[in-house]
């Protein structure tokens, strides 16, 4: 049957009334608009069903409406990007182990202070609870370190330096790259309870459950080399203008000299020292009542001397800094160009040096300290040792990664 104009005109009416009812039906579906996670509305956008955000609540769907990473105590935001990592400064060493390259990091923080007498006693006296008499004798650090040799004459710090009250809060010596981490590890477990207690979160939950409600505490541990160099140069001080930086540094402070050269700037007066190093051979603290030197013939308080630009303290000087890497020399040649990081021997094998010196165990330790010549202040700078020594001249602080963004 052949329609006339007018018919198909009605047809044509009617199919875009019954479009239309339908396409309002389906607006008429609720809509929760944006999610994010700080605000997930109160129920599900796939399901509809009612989320739970009673925190100690395990029998429902729980969803946590706070996402903001809980950092800990004594950390400092470091906020990563784009960075020329190496030495740059004249290699008299020859060791040409640590040549520029361009790498990218992560976000992450990094103690403001180096870990203290204080800090590690607090440590031994939790740990005596937890573990054998033998066992806690491991985990101390190593009072001979500032025996010397037979003719050096230092029984007050071999004696005192990890104990008597006025050290307090001096830098902890005499501890390896393994007590290190066993600190890490013990501080993690230590805070996350407190963390724990003070929400009043149930005590059953899992480490999984409570990084679903945002109390989870990511792990302290020892920086890479690469954050480590990173966070010490505070190239972020240099910054001009969106992306351009105008001069480099050899120290983490502005300027080819271990000198205050301003007046007002770094919390000191013009020509005072920006670290506590070696002077040079003998010369750990210059000449008694003189107005320049830095006084300072071992290790220092950790807030003493100025911060850098990311507020970190001697990041270069007082003591060396135990890093997670294991040492290779050609390291700067295989890492990876974001967040590198060597933490075992893969593709640089102990075998391919004929030799056994070059171990797994060997760990790298950066920063200058306070028997060390100004060459060492240099973050390019890179040493190691084994990892179960320990010295009177390296000590550690901690990092941790930043989880990500605050829940927009």
Same mark, same amino acid.
């Given at each position: 049957?052949?329609?006339?104009?007018?018919?198909?005109?009605?047809?044509?009416?009617?199919?875009?009334?019954?479009?239309?009812?339908?396409?309002?039906?389906?607006?008429?579906?609720?809509?929760?608009?944006?999610?994010?996670?700080?605000?997930?509305?109160?129920?599900?956008?796939?399901?509809?069903?009612?989320?739970?955000?009673?925190?100690?609540?395990?029998?429902?769907?729980?969803?946590?409406?706070?996402?903001?990473?809980?950092?800990?105590?004594?950390?400092?935001?470091?906020?990563?990007?784009?960075?020329?990592?190496?030495?740059?400064?004249?290699?008299? *060493?020859?060791?040409?182990?640590?040549?520029?390259?361009?790498?990218?990091?992560?976000?992450?923080?990094?103690?403001?202070?180096?870990?203290?007498?204080?800090?590690?006693?607090?440590?031994?006296?939790?740990?005596?609870?937890?573990?054998?008499?033998?066992?806690?004798?491991?985990?101390?650090?190593?009072?001979?370190?500032?025996?010397?040799?037979?003719?050096?004459?230092?029984? @007050?710090?071999?004696?005192?330096?990890?104990?008597?009250?006025?050290?307090?809060?001096?830098?902890?010596?005499?501890?390896?790259?393994?007590?290190?981490?066993?600190?890490?590890?013990?501080?993690?477990?230590?805070?996350?309870?407190?963390?724990?207690?003070?929400?009043?979160?149930?005590?059953?939950?899992?480490?999984?459950?409570?990084?679903?409600?945002?109390?989870?505490?990511?792990?302290?541990?020892?920086?890479?080399?690469?954050?480590?160099?990173?966070?010490?140069?505070?190239?972020?001080?240099?910054?001009?203008?969106?992306?351009?930086?105008?001069?480099?540094?050899?120290?983490?402070?502005?300027?080819?000299?271990?000198?205050?050269?301003?007046?007002?700037?770094?919390?000191?007066?013009?020509?005072?020292?920006?670290?506590?190093?070696?002077?040079?051979?003998?010369?750990?603290?210059?000449?008694?009542?003189?107005?320049?030197?830095?006084?300072?013939?071992?290790?220092?308080?950790?807030?003493? @001397?100025?911060?850098?630009?990311?507020?970190?303290?001697?990041?270069?000087?007082?003591?060396?800094?135990?890093?997670?890497?294991?040492?290779?020399?050609?390291?700067?040649?295989?890492?990876?160009?974001?967040?590198?990081?060597?933490?075992?021997?893969?593709?640089?094998?102990?075998?391919?040096? *004929?030799?056994?010196?070059?171990?797994?165990?060997?760990?790298?330790?950066?920063?200058?300290?306070?028997?060390?010549?100004?060459?060492?202040?240099?973050?390019?700078?890179?040493?190691?040792?084994?990892?179960?020594?320990?010295?009177?001249?390296?000590?550690?602080?901690?990092?941790?990664?930043?989880?990500?963004?605050?829940?927009?």
């Amino acid at each position: 049957m052949r329609l006339s104009n007018k018919s198909w005109g009605m047809w044509v009416a009617a199919l875009a009334i019954v479009g239309s009812s339908i396409l309002t039906s389906c607006n008429k579906t609720p809509g929760y608009g944006r999610r994010t996670a700080n605000k997930p509305g109160k129920k599900s956008a796939t399901t509809g069903a009612e989320f739970s955000f009673d925190e100690n609540d395990s029998t429902q769907f729980f969803v946590a409406k706070n996402a903001e990473q809980i950092p800990g105590p004594n950390l400092k935001f470091i906020q990563g990007g784009r960075a020329v990592l190496g030495s740059q400064e004249e290699d008299v *060493m020859a060791f040409r182990d640590n040549q520029e390259r361009t790498v990218t990091l992560s976000n992450f923080y990094l103690d403001e202070t180096e870990v203290t007498n204080n800090d590690f006693r607090e440590f031994l006296f939790d740990m005596k609870k937890k573990v054998s008499a033998d066992s806690l004798l491991k985990l101390e650090p190593k009072d001979n370190v500032w025996a010397g040799g037979e003719m050096s004459f230092n029984d @007050m710090y071999q004696s005192y330096y990890f104990r008597f009250p006025g050290f307090n809060f001096y830098p902890v010596a005499g501890v390896s790259w393994t007590q290190a981490n066993a600190y890490s590890k013990w501080r993690t477990e230590y805070v996350q309870e407190i963390i724990r207690k003070e929400r009043e979160i149930d005590s059953t939950f899992t480490k999984n459950q409570l990084i679903e409600r945002g109390v989870a505490l990511a792990d302290y541990r020892l920086p890479t080399e690469a954050e480590w160099e990173y966070a010490a140069k505070a190239m972020i001080g240099t910054q001009y203008l969106d992306e351009n930086q105008e001069y480099g540094r050899i120290y983490p402070w502005d300027g080819r000299g271990v000198r205050n050269p301003y007046n007002v700037k770094r919390k000191g007066k013009q020509g005072d020292f920006l670290a506590n190093f070696k002077r040079g051979r003998g010369d750990y603290g210059g000449i008694s009542g003189g107005q320049r030197n830095d006084g300072d013939i071992i290790p220092t308080n950790v807030y003493d @001397m100025a911060p850098n630009d990311f507020g970190l303290y001697h990041m270069a000087g007082n003591m060396n800094e135990w890093v997670q890497d294991i040492y290779r020399p050609l390291s700067y040649q295989d890492f990876d160009d974001l967040n590198p990081v060597r933490s075992n021997g893969l593709g640089d094998e102990e075998d391919t040096y *004929m030799t056994s010196m070059l171990t797994d165990e060997l760990r790298v330790y950066k920063g200058g300290s306070w028997r060390d010549v100004a060459y060492w202040l240099a973050p390019g700078t890179r040493r190691f040792m084994h990892q179960d020594s320990a010295t009177n001249h390296i000590g550690f602080r901690c990092a941790m990664i930043s989880i990500g963004e605050k829940g927009n």
